[in-house]
């Protein structure tokens, strides 16, 4: 049975990374709205000999997302490991002057296409013989000017947290993960004058999150 990997937020960053060091042993469904990145990371893939299938689409479209869904059920019935990356940073700014179309995008983003995705591709972890879902921690809530991408982190986690514990007995497997800081978009944004050259590469981050993954689920 081939092993699949859905990684939402592929296009970029420790989503791609990710995406790559775990093409020599999974098929990848790699998500995301950029479909020129996607191109580049399938390229990158099939130069170490690995397969992976695109999906250019918005995990804020429900709609996209069943599609998705359904698609992955018809074509192999299951998803093995499914790696959620996809984040949507606004920029920082005081509470008091969060702009609505900035808040809105925060709460589709980070939290309503998680749930929206955690209830479609439950069933898709479940039809595998261990599905794992892997999510990503960032506790910014709380600190100064972070407020639209602080409180919509935590309230997906608040979720996430949530699932792993209701399905500790019946499966999938939830596993949240703590990234090391990395050089990566979403982070520039945050810290513009960081010395990038002190951060943890991508690369590097996601061998070690899927040694860890391999030690969990060993």
């Known amino acids: 049975m081939t092993k699949i990997a859905l990684i ?12 790559e ?11 995301a709205r950029t479909t020129g990145a996607l191109e580049e990371l399938d390229d990158r893939i099939q130069a170490k000999g690995g397969a992976a299938t695109l999906a250019p689409m918005d995990i804020g479209n ?6 998705l869904c359904r698609g992955i059920h018809d074509r192999w019935g299951h ?33 309503n296409a998680t749930q929206t995705l955690i209830a479609m591709v439950e069933p898709l972890l479940k039809a595998a013989p261990e599905g794992h879902a892997v999510f990503f921690e960032d506790p910014r ?8 991408y602080g409180a919509s982190k935590a309230a997906q986690m608040a979720l996430v947290r949530s699932w ?14 703590a990234p090391n ?5 979403t982070r520039a944004r945050f ?14 981050e996601a061998a070690r999150i899927v040694e860890q993954l391999g030690q969990t689920t060993a």
């Open 8 to 19: 939402t937020g592929a296009s970029r960053g420790l989503g791609a990374a990710l995406a």
């Open 21 to 31: 060091a775990l093409s020599p042993d999974y098929h990848i469904v790699a998500v």
């Open 62 to 67: 429900r709609d996209a997302m069943a599609h």
């Open 79 to 111: 998803v093995d490991l499914w790696c959620h990356a996809a984040i949507h940073a606004a920029p920082l700014t005081l509470a008091s002057h969060i702009s609505q179309k900035d808040w809105d995008k925060s709460l589709l983003v980070n939290v």
């Open 141 to 148: 809530g709380g600190q100064k000017f972070f407020g639209s």
């Open 164 to 177: 792993q514990t209701e399905t500790q007995s019946t499966g999938p497997k939830v596993s949240v993960v």
């Open 181 to 185: 800081p990395m050089p990566t978009a």
């Open 191 to 204: 810290f513009p004058g960081e010395d990038r050259d002190a951060l943890t590469a991508c690369t590097d």
